[in-house]
């Protein structure tokens, strides 16, 4: 069974960068497109950032296009969020999965999540 691993998530200062990766494990992420969310206390499950199966396109939220880049390698099995110029609003749980959009009862494989917290 595919499992999603997040990791790279940590303290930062406000501006600072941080890069996120995403692997799998029992698996392969290829074939797959990949999206990262994020969560922060109190709100609900937003879209970041999405990676198409093969790579020849993204898509980025408003809210971090510009300062975030998402890239994959597929021999490594890897897909990445670089997160630059971070802001305290960038806190959150984020995590990676093999969807781009949320929708309840999807067999979509997701990760547990790797916390970012953006603070001074």
């Known amino acids: 069974q595919v499992q999603l691993v997040e990791s790279g998530g940590g303290l930062v200062q406000p501006g600072g960068s941080l890069r996120l990766s995403c692997t799998a494990s029992?698996?392969?992420?290829?074939?797959?497109?990949v999206g990262w969310f994020r969560q922060a206390p109190g709100k609900e499950r937003e879209g970041v950032s999405c990676?198409?199966?093969?790579?020849?396109?993204?898509f980025h939220a408003k809210s971090v296009k510009g300062r975030f880049t998402t890239s994959r390698d597929s021999a490594k099995n890897m897909v990445y969020l670089q997160m630059n110029s971070l802001k305290p609003e960038d806190t959150a749980v984020y995590y990676c999965?093999?969807?781009?959009?949320?929708?309840?009862?999807?067999?979509?494989?997701w990760g547990q999540g790797t916390q970012v917290t953006v603070s001074s």
């Open positions: 990676i198409n199966s093969s790579r020849s396109a993204t």
């Open positions: 999965a093999t969807t781009c959009v949320i929708v309840p009862g999807s067999r979509a494989y």
């Open positions: 029992g698996g392969t992420l290829d074939g797959y497109a």
